[in-house]
């Protein structure tokens, strides 16, 4: 079965009010392409659950964020994203501020189908106090413990960024780290997967098979999107380009320069945008 | 015995902590910078584990984020961020969780959150958790360093981001954390301890030439101080020069 489509194609699937969930890391392997066709929508009232990065800033910037389940948002090399700063000061978007490994619980619950999983960090936080709506669980057994019940984060749609793919939907990493990019495909009722090139499923297996971090089983689209990490990395394929995710961040800052950066690089497809971004590398070179 | 400078006399006090071949958790900055003068002075077997899933990592510079190359290239292992979490640090198998903070209390509870009383509308917007709150949970130990001021030692966090001690006197113990929390603080003034009962930082050292008084001052509530106040030892010449050297690794 033949699961390609577009980035638009997939963007065309989101409804408002919609859980969406975005793999990567901070400012790693993000679905950038998927994002700048979400930008090109109507959509909004989105819940966005990520360990953010530039995806979040975007998102915010273009008021697609209703709220934020997150447990930190940053570009690595640079500590906050301006537009996620601005909206977080402002208060334009509702938060569930959670730490990393209750993220990870909440979408490893959601993976199982089960409401919640225990775990320890978090206790006497004021995480709990913040979010009123957590509960604690007591261990049925000897230990009697009690231990933070992380409620599970089901995902209506989840958006991840691959650096192979075959056009069924299996779909591989190449890099140093999966990420959660698997718990936030399982986590979610249909995932789109965009890849840096989709190939024949026989060329798959030039890298070890436990590469193969998404099954087609648990794939509804595959897009293909050649750099469609940037500005953001995609090891082996590339790194983050620094000098880009820089000028992002010097015009997001500046509100006067924000809308010059949406004209050139955001109000077109995403060849446009490509197209762009390497005039912008040479006239850096 | 050359001059040196207090953020220097933190860093070496903070590397000494550290010894064998201990599996450290080491948080970016000030943490790195210790661990890492620590494996290239007193202690080269120590175990640095960064949270992009560098095991064993031996960085010939500090890196500048948690997402820098040198430390996946000279690590023994690299694992997965869910590994990370999975496998190491919930189920408690490292030794030091070394953390930096912006605000610290007197239970050695971490506010990496919100500065200001209001959460919804707070003075200012810190990162936020990241990973410290499973640290400061699961480690065996946990040590802080932190630059030391009125604003940044608190007698109570605006925000408990990472849980030390909550408000002492064996909280934590109750709560079933089962690492043993914040046992160690570093500071460009002097160190501390939790009292053994009330789980209170107590000052048990100063700094060569730093006085009780300046700590006192830098201390945002009423300082015990140890029966036994020691001195710290003056930095070597081996350890600036090893210190000297990461740094100007790192900015070249």
Known sequence: ?285 | MSTYTADEMMSVAAARALSGGQRCFVGIGLPSTAANLARRTHAPDLVLIYESGALGSKPDWLPASIGDGILAETADAVIGVPEVFNYWLQPGRIDVGFLGAAQLDKFGNINTTVIGDDYANPKVRLPGAGGAPEIAANCHEVYVVVRQSKRSFVDQVDFVTSYGHGRGNGERERLGLRGAGPTLVITDLGVFRPDPDTHELVLTAVHPGVTVEQVREATGWELRVADELATTPTPTSDELAALRALKEASSS
Not at chain 1, 77 to 88: E, G, I, L, N, Q
Not at chain 1, 245 to 259: F, G, I, N, S, T
Not at chain 1, 262 to 283: I, N, P
């Open chain 1, 1 to 285: 079965m033949d699961k390609r489509m577009t980035a638009d194609e997939v963007a065309a699937e989101l409804r408002d009010g919609m859980t969406i969930g975005i793999g990567g890391w901070g400012s790693r392997r993000k679905p950038m392409a998927l994002i700048r066709a979400i930008l090109r929508t109507d959509v909004k009232d989105l819940t966005v659950v990520s360990y953010g990065g530039p995806d979040v800033g975007l998102l915010a910037a273009a008021g697609k964020i209703r709220k934020l389940v997150f447990g930190f948002v940053t570009l690595d090399s640079v500590p906050f994203d301006p537009h996620f700063a601005r909206a977080r000061q402002s208060g334009a978007i509702d938060v569930t501020e959670y730490d990393e490994g209750m993220v990870a619980a909440g979408l490893s619950a959601a993976v199982k189908r089960l409401p919640f999983l225990p775990m320890r960090a978090g206790l006497g936080s004021d995480v709990v106090t913040t979010n009123p709506d957590l509960r604690t669980v007591t261990s049925p057994y000897a230990d009697g413990e009690e231990l933070l019940a992380v409620p599970a984060l089901r995902l209506d749609v989840a958006l991840v960024h691959l650096n192979r793919a075959d056009a069924r939907g299996n779909a591989q990493y190449l890099g140093p780290d999966p990420y959660f990019d698997d718990d936030f495909a399982l986590a979610a009722d249909r995932c789109f997967v965009s890849a840096e090139r989709v190939v024949d499923t026989a060329d798959l297996s030039s890298a070890p098979a436990q590469s193969l971090l998404l099954n087609r089983g648990a794939v509804t689209g595959v897009v293909a999107a050649p750099h469609g990490a940037h500005f953001t990395s995609a090891a082996p394929d590339y790194g983050r380009d620094e000098a880009f995710q820089r000028h992002y961040v010097a015009c997001a800052k500046d509100p006067e320069a924000w809308p010059s950066f949406v004209d050139r690089f955001l109000s077109g497809d995403e060849t446009t945008y490509q197209s762009e971004v390497t005039r912008f590398q040479e006239a850096a070179a």
